[in-house]
Each structure stands twice: as C-alpha cells, then as structure tokens.
C-alpha cells in the first residue's frame, strides 16, 4: 500500500495545481462523532468523524465566519454552533440555514493511523484563516 504524500509536491506525473495529501492528524485524534480543528500548511481545517469515516471542510461557517470546530456533528452533516447553519460534510451545500452559500470540502484519506488531506496550491493561497473585515 503506497502512503499518500504528506510535504513538498504532488505525485509524480499529477498536474500543476494537483492535490497533494497533508497528514493533518492521527486517527486517534478525531473520534466518532467529533469535530476539530487542523492545518494543512497555512490552511485551517475542519475534521470530523462521522459514522466512522473522516471528513474535511474549510473551518469558517459562510453566514458569519464562526468556527465550525467549534460546532457539533447532527443527522444532516456539520453544525454552526454560532446560529445553527448545518452544511453537508460530503458536499458542503447548508443544509439549513441561515447559510446559503456552500462551505469547501477536501478529500480524505486514511492510512496507518494517519488522517490526510488533499489540498491544492491555490486552496493554500485562498484558504487561510480569515474573519470579515468590519465594514467601512
């Protein structure tokens, strides 16, 4: 079983811009039910575990930037716990509001004891930690 690339560049012959795979976690860090925060590089992310398979998200609800870290798995995907958006943890489209616009998921992998996630140059560049700037 090849290990997914943890640094550095993406699999040989993958093109500019591919995903590589960030080991973020242990497996043990994210139990069943569970939802915490992670970096792949500078990006922060969302990890949880649901019915037994992992999952990640960008950290920040799209109604008002709260972390969704901080919030809690229910039936439907992942819980805002600042005013109760859920968005779908396969697809990242809310699922009840008040969010309208989609949170972005990343793919997942786990192998050995380690959670990886795939992440793009761009979603590094885009995708750091923000808060909306206050309004002029």
Same mark, same amino acid.
């Given at each position: 079983m090849s290990t997914p690339e943890a640094t550095g560049t993406p699999h040989a012959g993958a093109e500019p811009g591919a995903a590589r795979f960030v080991c973020v976690a242990r497996s043990g860090q994210v139990p069943d039910g569970y939802v915490r925060r992670f970096y792949a590089d500078s990006l922060e992310l969302c990890v949880a575990r649901f019915q037994g398979k992992a999952y990640a998200t960008s950290n920040y609800c799209t109604h008002l930037d709260c972390l969704l870290s901080s919030g809690k798995l229910v039936d /439907? =995907?992942?819980?805002?716990?600042?005013h109760g958006s859920v968005f779908d943890l396969e697809t990242g489209e809310p699922v009840c509001p008040p969010a309208t616009e989609p949170i972005k998921t990343f793919p997942v992998r786990e192998e /050995? =004891?380690?959670?990886?996630?795939?992440?793009?140059?761009?979603?590094?560049?885009?995708?750091?930690?923000?808060?909306?700037?206050?309004?002029?």
């Open positions: /439907d =995907g992942i819980g805002c716990s600042c /050995d =004891g380690q959670i990886y996630v795939g992440v793009t140059p761009e979603d590094i560049a885009t995708g750091g930690p923000r808060r909306r700037k206050p309004v002029r």
